[in-house]
């Protein structure tokens, strides 16, 4: 998957972990497309890793994935910034 796509997926990816998990933030939409993009690469790597991410491109596995790590990498960030 290209750059582009991997910030677009991280970018639905950190809206979807937002939506999840609401409550004050520290570092506003900024921080929380920079955490979805991590999240991206993050849960992208773990599901290629456990054997979740067979398919290239942004579909509903990818896009399930890059949630999931964007949700776990938001909630370390919340716990570690309050």
Known sequence: MGIFSWIILGL???ALA?????GKDGGGIV??????VA??????WLGSFIGM??????????I???TIGAFVIL???NRFIR
């Open 31 to 36: 921080m929380t497309m920079i955490l979805g």
């Open 75 to 77: 909630f370390v960030y």
């Open 18 to 22: 937002k939506w999840l998990m609401p």
């Open 53 to 62: 991410g067979g398919a290239d491109g942004v579909n509903i596995g990818s």
């Open 64 to 66: 399930v994935t890059a």
């Open 12 to 14: 639905i990816a950190g």
């Open 39 to 44: 999240g991206a690469f993050v849960g992208g």
